[in-house]
């Protein structure tokens, strides 16, 4: 659990510094430039990200089980995670109408992704993955917000087309991943025993 602990202080710390050191981060990027702070942002992020799953792997070995999940969470899960991969592929469709009226989508689906996964998992390495990263969504969409307001920011009508699209791309990835990346990354299927 240590490993994943470390990791997840690693990826998520990195990806906090717009909720908890706005100042240092503008310095940072003003020092580094745009590039090198992205070169160094992702570095960082890589790390954690390894460090994770190679936590993860490791506390799947020995889990601790919190609690018995009952077999209608996982039906519940599904539908959510397909709304958490439309969310996230809204967030690169430009002029999607889920971005214009959601103004943040990547973190609203991780949100319910992690909402999901919490809903179907009962061992305590899932609980803190997930719960991780939902308290972290929950606190990068409330800073994005206020962002938002404390800048004014308009976003623009969205438009049918890409909205279509974000939606066929977000099925689309689900649809991969539930039926057969899912199996081969974690070991899990979804939709089977």
Known sequence: ???????LVIFLGAHSS????????ERAIARLGPSGWKGAYSLVSLLGLVLIVWGFGIARAQPVLLWLPPVWTRHVAAPL???????VAAAYVPGNALKARLHHPMLLGVKVWA?????????????????????????????ARARDRASSAVYARGRMV???VAAAVGVLGWA???FWAHRLLFGVAPFGP
């Open 1 to 7: 659990m240590t490993v994943m602990l470390l990791g």
């Open 162 to 164: 890409p909205t279509l």
């Open 18 to 25: 717009r909720i908890v050191a706005e100042p240092w981060r």
């Open 115 to 143: 909402f999901a996964h919490l809903l179907a998992n009962g061992r305590l390495h899932d609980v803190v993955l997930f719960g991780a990263f939902l308290l972290w969504a929950v606190l990068d969409y409330r800073a």
């Open 176 to 178: 991969v991943f539930a």
């Open 81 to 87: 995670v397909l709304i958490a991969f439309v969310l």
